[in-house]
Nanobody, 129 residues
Framework: QVQLVESGGGSVEAGGSLRLSCQAS????????MSWFRRAPGKERESVAGINRDGLTSYVESVKGRFTISLDNNQNTLNVHLQMNSLKPEDTAIYYCAASAGDCGTGWRLLWASRYTYWGQGAQVTVST
């Protein structure tokens, strides 16, 4: 089992920045990929960005050039971060961290929700005009 805890959400004005972090604990040896998804009010969950232990990343088109996903893969910890710059009101959503139970491929496969087994509780991000 893997437990995920997100932190770093909050409110910011358009054009501002926020950094989300997600700490994975438990049996993380089999976790090869981590990702961020989001659910905006009244909309379905969508992928945002994914990364694997080799550092390969993938982003949804709407956040390319603004968001950066990174992975801390130290001996005893596995953390994924999402640096969000140039935030827009349409980025307002609950952001969820996700971790795989094995390999999940590369490229756009990193953005498939079905590749992920473990999910965090979510962190609210609100961007005002």
């Amino acid at each position: 089992q893997v437990q995920l805890v997100e932190s770093g959400g909050g409110s910011v004005e358009a054009g501002g920045s926020l950094r989300l972090s997600c700490q994975a604990s438990g049996t993380t040896d089999g976790t090869y990929c981590m990702s961020w998804f989001r659910r905006a009010p009244g909309k379905e969950r969508e992928s945002v960005a994914g990364i694997n232990r080799d550092g390969l990343t993938s982003y949804v088109e709407s956040v390319k050039g603004r968001f950066t996903i990174s992975l801390d893969n130290n001996q005893n910890t596995l953390n994924v971060h999402l640096q969000m710059n140039s935030l827009k009101p349409e980025d307002t959503a609950i952001y969820y961290c996700a971790a795989s139970a094995g390999d999940c491929g590369t490229g756009w496969r990193l953005l498939w929700a079905s590749r992920y087994t473990y999910w965090g509780q979510g962190a609210q991000v609100t961007v005002s005009t």
